[in-house]
């Protein structure tokens, strides 16, 4: 990606790429630049919300993705603390205090005693803000030590309830594009220009809060909420950057088509098996998604001429999630991983409590499957000579694999490495690619190489549709201005028939082709 705008640029085309997933630091080979998917949160994480409760019996014992922090209502007065990023180096020697190592900022919420609303202050920001509503961007600065500055964010703040207990939520802690603490945009000055015009902007490069709907404390209604200011926030950044863009690549990404097909595809699916714990009222989000999706379609179409190609990609598919394969525990009660001796009584088990001497194979990944290669892994055993028996041996019984409770097979193909990789790295790669079957996806806690007691079970979470699946069952959508003559097109041949479009030369590393050529 960084290397077809340079490819471009150095060309004098202009490019100007928004939200380009993988682009953070944002590259400075664009024109102009957003950075994407991987961009963190002010706080170094890929989104960590904060929640504060007055209720002492709520309790998220496994939580992940955000802090719990709770607080005492004293005469309709909360006191609280904002976390910042961590700087150690600024933590009182011995404190045993949670959150010691966070820069914090600290704020004042009033409760109304008798209209559901608060007043919030924070660095002489005050927000009047009803329960259920979102506050506007709110500017925070944390302050390091005196040597290395401060650090700038924005955050949202919600009003859960304030009767009969205090509930608050804030989004992750985003980069501020007009002060950015890491570079989001390029130049830098661009974010401030963008900010200036149509206000702050996520900057996140998952902008959703998905933890925080996975672990319940945004519920549906407040997780449509947040996503309708993500999907106007994005749309009003799309017509910012296509006003002001001649000629040229236009490149913008939009999260919510993906983000909310992960999270609200049990609303919409009657027949998922959680669809009866999912608000009704949101079952037709996705379409309308897709709706809005077909206006930013509707403002490009004009442009289309001899000299104008639009391309409108997805990169994959969508389909449920309901039941989930536990890739590891299937291995290990098949003989192919094997437990330290301490841990196999465990209930559940992590990636450190692997017996590596003894174990074969063992997944890591949404879909990755190796083998323990000696000379390859730390404590490797398998002989490269017996690899290709392995794999064979696990694609076959895989794919065998019976659901007792749907009658279903929850693995639909085991692909190849050769079959998937190309290049220097093909060897570091994964032996296999477990794609599951529509419906099925590998555990939560298998993709980091954790064992459980089932083998298959429900999927608990709002995470509901899923596409880390057999590709061939799940494959993505292409649209082009101009006649497509490759008749199974790949995206890998998309940067080769952008570079055509422009006359640049396919580099020799590119492994794709045009799609414009039979």
């Known amino acids: 990606m960084y290397k077809r705008q340079a490819y471009l640029t150095e060309q004098g085309i202009p490019a100007w790429i928004s939200k380009i997933p993988t682009n953070f630091p944002v590259d400075e080979t664009a024109t102009k630049g957003i950075a994407g998917m991987g961009t963190p949160d002010l706080i170094d994480s890929y989104g960590s919300f904060s929640y504060w409760t007055s209720d002492p019996f709520e309790h998220y014992p496994d939580i992940s993705g955000g802090t719990v922090q709770y607080v005492d209502v004293n005469q309709n007065t909360v006191r609280a603390q904002l976390l910042g990023p961590i700087n150690s180096l600024v933590t009182p020697s011995g404190s045993n205090e949670p959150f010691a190592d966070n820069v914090k900022v600290p704020f004042t919420v009033y409760l109304d005693p008798k209209e559901n609303a608060v007043r919030l202050e924070i660095q002489g920001e005050t927000l009047v803000l009803n329960v259920g509503e979102y506050s506007p961007w709110v500017p925070v600065q944390f302050d390091l030590l005196p040597v290395l500055g401060s650090a700038s964010g924005i955050v949202r703040f919600l009003v859960k309830q304030i009767r009969p207990q205090f509930q608050l939520y804030a989004t992750p802690i985003n980069i501020d594009p007009a002060n950015q603490a890491a570079p989001v945009t390029y130049p830098q000055e661009f974010g401030a220009e963008i900010a200036r015009d149509i206000g702050s902007f996520w900057t996140k490069g998952l902008p959703c809060d998905t933890k925080a709907f996975d672990y319940r404390i945004l519920n549906d209604e407040e997780y449509v909420q947040q996503a309708e200011l993500i999907l106007e926030e994005r749309m009003a950044l799309f017509r910012h950057q296509w006003s002001r863009f001649s000629d040229g690549l236009f490149y913008f990404y939009v999260s919510s088509t993906d983000q909310d097909a992960h999270m609200l595809w049990r609303n919409m699916d009657t027949s998922h098996p959680k669809h009866g714990e999912s608000d009704a009222r949101f079952g037709g989000w996705i379409p309308y998604l897709y709706e809005r999706m077909d206006e930013i379609v509707g403002e490009v179409l004009p442009a289309i001429d001899d000299q104008t190609l639009v391309l409108i990609c997805s990169d994959h598919g969508f389909a449920q999630f309901g039941r989930q394969f536990h890739l590891n525990t299937w291995l290990r009660d098949n003989g192919y991983l094997t437990l330290e001796s301490e841990a196999a009584k465990k209930e ?98 298998s993709v980091l190489g954790a064992t459980g007691s089932a083998i298959i079970d429900l999927n608990p979470w709002a995470w509901s549709g899923d596409h880390s699946m057999a590709r061939d069952l799940v494959p993505g959508s292409l649209f082009s201005s101009h006649r497509v003559s490759k008749s199974s097109p790949s995206i890998l041949d998309l940067p080769v028939s952008i570079l055509e479009f422009f006359g640049v030369e396919k580099p020799q590393q590119m492994v794709g082709s045009s799609i414009y050529k039979s």
Request: avoid cysteine; glycine fraction near 10%; charge should be negative.
């Open 348 to 445: 559940e088990t992590a990636i450190t409590d692997i017996d590596w001497k003894q174990t074969v194979a063992y997944g890591v990944g949404f879909n990755g499957l190796y083998l323990n290669l000696k000379n390859r892994e730390g404590q490797g055993i398998v002989e490269a000579a017996k690899a290709a028996e392995i794999t064979a041996r696990l694609t076959r019984e895989l794919q065998t694999v019976t659901d007792p409770e749907t009658g279903q097979r929850p693995v639909a193909r085991v692909y190849p490495r050769d079959e998937m990789y190309v290049g220097e790295a093909t060897p570091m790669m994964p032996e296999l690619l477990v794609g599951y079957t529509p419906g099925y996806r590998n555990s939560s806690p």
